[in-house]
């Protein structure tokens, strides 16, 4: 009798776990689960328009099973972001918060304006307001080459902010012209050492002069 009864327990719950597993997974691959619904959180208005075309690729994917690497590498694409953070809101929408890139300067390439961002990406300068005027890149350095640079003036006391244009050349030497019609030449190496000699040679003296020149070794050569 013991048997029986136990073979009979066992029936059931043979039934139990299978019924229960061919509604669960109607339940999952019902349209209830699938993502209709984007949230995005850090962007302004005109930026959101162009990110959401990014979005259409993972609508009406399951969010109880999206792939989160399929997810990261549509939002890295994208060259407005810095950093994201995505949040799930049952059964259907996702939260997604961002941290924009910071546009640093204007780059010609082929005929075309790109702004390169804080995070090393190029971005079609169309999404530039009107308001927002970056320097300007002449010559063709890596973007690697610019951010590296941009971090030795920025941990400066010369402001970045005070830069109109910067020059590459073949030789890796650099020029900058600042906002003040002020062109400093650079030498190829130490230039963190020579960012401060200029820094406190503008801001202890009312310069008349238009060229620093800093190319010569130990010395700073001011041009009317």
């Not at 400093?184 to 200029?198: C, G, Q, V």
């Amino acid at each position: 009798m013991l048997q029986k009864k136990n073979k009979k327990i066992f029936i059931y719950l043979f039934f139990f776990v299978f019924l229960g597993t061919i509604n669960n997974h109607k339940l999952f691959n019902s349209n209830a689960f699938k993502i209709k619904n984007f949230q995005i959180l850090g962007l302004e208005n005109n930026y959101i328009e162009e990110f959401e075309n990014d979005l259409l690729n993972i609508t009406k994917l399951n969010i109880l099973f999206v792939n989160k690497d399929y997810l990261k590498s549509i939002l890295n694409s994208n060259s407005l972001i810095e950093t994201f953070q995505v949040f799930k809101v049952y059964p259907s929408t996702l939260n997604i918060k961002i941290e924009k890139t910071n546009f640093l300067a204007r780059l010609n390439i082929n005929g075309d304006i790109f702004l390169i961002g804080s995070n090393g990406k190029l971005t079609k300068d169309f999404l530039l307001s009107d308001k927002e005027i970056l320097p300007f890149i002449f010559g063709n350095p890596k973007v690697e080459e610019f951010l590296k640079i941009f971090s030795i003036i920025n941990t400066s006391d010369l402001k970045y902010e005070n830069v109109k244009n910067l020059f590459f050349y073949k030789s890796g030497r650099i020029d900058l012209e600042l906002k003040d019609n002020i062109l400093i030449k650079l030498p190829l190496d130490n230039l963190e050492n020579i960012f401060k000699k200029i820094s406190q040679l503008i801001s202890n003296n009312k310069l008349n002069t238009k060229i620093i020149d800093a190319r010569v070794s130990n010395q700073i050569i001011l041009y009317d």
